[in-house]
């Protein structure tokens, strides 16, 4: 895995709940000067970190803190000045990393060096995109890491380490899967969140998703057959599920209901899968924009999050010719549909 993040042109570290660096790419040493060890907020303090028009940052303000408390960092910009040195401005990314339980446990962090930078505003978006995108399996995969290593402690090897490996197994794939699309894709010709279908058991993907949340919810998944297969990236199809179950969570009060179904209205006809919840609902004058890039709802109030999954969930749907839609929504819930078409069900 790490001689895939060494391949890429920008620097990438995971820093723990001390703001150490646990893991990092040969990059970050060559743009931000750091490596695996660094105590990231030890360093900008030293480097004098601070706005590009010369403000320095609190130190309780850096985007390494601040990711720390649980606030993702979308594309600050930090300049760093050590003795001696010259000046490197860095555009930095962080999102903050979970366990099972919810809390924050680290950050992952990337950047590229600004000092010369002329990006367009699509190649700032794509970066932006992509660093979400990064955020659920490192968090899924380091959830399930932790949990082997309790479990390992405790009992020694057993079912329930084999299944969290596993898991931390199949997301680190779907990692590694992304940074070659991070490396790709900033080439404005190559497709973006490009699907490779393969005959998938839907059925066993969703109850795979499901069976990685539910702690703090009631969460029941339903499905009239205990398989259908379709030809679909199931990667992708994953990511989909993921974002849509865990945004019911986000939304949804501990203890409150949530309701995934799964159904093929007749055979060869559209595939549906719906996600209903029981949360704040979505604002009439939000749904037209729901669906737009880094759009937020207006009454989310302080709930993490970037915008960005449900526009990438849509846009990963639509290469497999599908769709995803807002059904309904009230004070009390929301139900999202994904769609499949039936041409891929084999």
Not at 93 to 119: C, F, N, Q
């Amino acid at each position: 895995m790490l001689h895939v993040l060494d391949e890429l042109p920008v620097a990438m570290s995971i820093i723990d709940g001390k703001g150490r660096i646990v893991l990092c790419n040969s990059a970050t040493s060559m743009i931000g000067g750091a490596s695996t060890g660094t105590d990231l907020q030890r360093m900008m303090r030293g480097a004098n970190a601070h706005h590009p028009d010369g403000r320095p940052f609190a130190a309780d303000d850096v985007p390494t803190a601040r990711a720390l408390r649980g606030e993702v960092v979308r594309g600050e910009l930090v300049a760093l000045k050590r003795d001696g040195a010259t000046e490197r401005t860095l555009h930095l990314s962080a999102v903050p990393l979970r366990d099972t339980s919810g809390t924050i446990v680290g950050a992952v962090l990337v950047s590229i060096d600004a000092s010369e930078l002329r990006a367009t505003d699509d190649q700032l978006r794509l970066m932006a995109m992509l660093v979400h995108e990064l955020r659920t399996p490192l968090t899924t995969a380091w959830g399930h890491v932790q949990m082997a290593k309790r479990t390992l402690e405790r009992s020694g090897p057993t079912s329930v380490l084999a299944k969290s490996l596993q898991i931390a197994e199949i997301q680190l794939r779907r990692l590694g899967r992304l940074l070659q699309e991070m490396q790709t894709s900033i080439d404005a010709r190559a497709p973006l969140f490009d699907v490779t279908p393969e005959p998938t058991d839907l059925v066993a993907l969703v109850r795979g998703v499901t069976s990685r949340h539910g702690q703090r919810h009631v969460l029941e998944f339903r499905a009239p057959i205990e398989t259908l297969v379709a030809s679909v990236d199931a990667d992708r199809i994953d990511e989909i599920v993921e974002n849509l179950v865990a945004n019911a969570e986000l939304y949804t009060v501990p203890g409150g209901a949530i309701l995934v179904t799964l159904a093929q209205a007749k055979p060869a006809g559209d595939i549906e899968l719906q996600v209903k919840d029981s949360g704040i609902g979505v604002p009439d004058a939000d749904r037209s924009h729901l669906f737009e890039p880094s759009f937020r709802g207006s009454n989310v109030g302080e709930r993490g999050g970037t915008g960005l999954g449900l526009y990438i969930s849509r846009l990963i749907a639509q290469r497999h010719g599908g769709d995803l839609r807002l059904e309904s929504t009230s004070s009390t819930g929301a139900t999202f549909t994904l769609v499949l078409p039936g041409r891929g069900h084999i």
